[in-house]
Each structure stands twice: as C-alpha cells, then as structure tokens.
C-alpha cells in the first residue's frame, strides 16, 4: 500500500511520489530555488512528457541528455533550471543503474542502519548532507522505511512533530507550518548578517 502524500498538492502528482521512489527521489532532487509543489510536481511532468505513468531510471539514463533537457525545458518548464536538473536527473539515473540495478529502493531495502542509508543518500549525485537528511526523514516519517537510528541520522528532520522539511507535510496546514519555519530561518539569518 502506498502512503498518501501530499508534497506536490496535487493529486496525480502526488499519488505517483507516493508509489514511485524513483520520482520522489528525482522530486528531493528538484527540491531547491523554486517552490516545494512545483518541484515535486516535476516527476509528473516528465513522467507525462514521456508518455509513461511511473518512471523508470534505466530508461532515463538511456536517454539522449540533450534530448532530456529539450524535454525539461518545455513550457512550462520542470524547474528554474530545467537544463542543470535535467544533467542532475540524468546522472542520479545512471547512478541508480550503475550501483543498483537501477532500484532506488535498494538503497535502503537491505541497510542494517540509519547511518548506512545516510551514507548511501549522500553518495547520490546532487544529494548533499540537507538534503539527504531530508530524504532519509521523509522514508521514516511517510514511508514507514526505518532503519535503526534513522531519526539520529536525519538530524534535526527525523524529530518527531518537527516542521522543517518536506518529511513533515502531510497536508496543507503542515506545509504553511513548514513555510513558516523556513521563512523565521531566513529571517533570522539575515538579522545575523
């Protein structure tokens, strides 16, 4: 059974990260300088734009990257960045089938601990500490995937009834909370400038 997810704010878009690791892992990937929804709106997209409903990661490392960024950049375009995300997405797929037969799952499927999925998140490519933190909290909060010590490896995102990330939006009060907390870091950042 799929968890129900509600980071994209859409249905569909939302149902397929719910039963798609590869496209919640390519919508963490998509997730910086544009907003949550239209990030993890993005696997829907393209899963559209190619025709398919799911994503697969041996048929996106099979494809022309050129041809892939084109694909991306369609108004309306996937991401701000729609040629650097495309070249990102293209080597996170080529990484997946190259170190696991092109499962995400199987980065996690078999790891004894939490530390060990971390170290494997952050060896993904355009997976740094943050945000593979935060993927390992959205696993153990909305996937059920919880290894020993997951909640000490994601840090501060594994927290029980946090609102800091995308691991803890569950709706759309959740994601206003998140919001929140995002724009008091930034605004507190920059009273300390």
């Known amino acids: 059974m799929s968890p129900e997810i509600h980071l994209a704010q859409q249905p569909e878009a939302d149902e397929l990260l719910g039963r798609s690791p590869l496209a919640l892992m390519i919508g963490m990937l998509l997730d910086q300088q ?20 799911d994503l697969d990661a041996r048929e996106i490392a099979a494809l ?3 041809g892939f960024a084109a694909l991306l950049s369609r108004k309306p375009a996937v ?12 080597q996170l797929c080529r990484y997946l ?7 995400p799952t199987a ?3 078999d790891a004894p601990s939490g530390p060990e999925v971390l170290g494997r998140l952050l060896a993904l490519p355009g997976f740094g500490r943050q945000k593979a933190q935060i993927f390992l909290a959205l696993l153990g909060k909305q996937y059920g995937v919880r290894p020993e010590g997951w909640r000490e490896a994601a840090g501060a995102y594994g927290e029980e009834r ?7 939006i569950t709706g759309p009060e959740s994601l206003a909370r998140v919001r929140a ?3 008091e870091l930034k605004r507190a950042a920059k009273g300390a400038e």
């Open 34 to 53: 544009v907003p949550m929804e239209w990030a993890f709106t993005g696997p829907f997209t393209i899963a559209e734009r190619l025709g398919k409903n």
């Open 64 to 66: 022309d990257p050129e």
């Open 79 to 90: 991401h701000r960045y729609p040629g650097s995300m495309a070249k990102r997405i293209h």
């Open 97 to 103: 089938v190259a170190e696991y037969d092109g499962d």
């Open 107 to 109: 980065l996690w499927s």
């Open 162 to 168: 946090a609102h800091r990330s995308a691991a803890d």
């Open 181 to 183: 907390h995002k724009q």
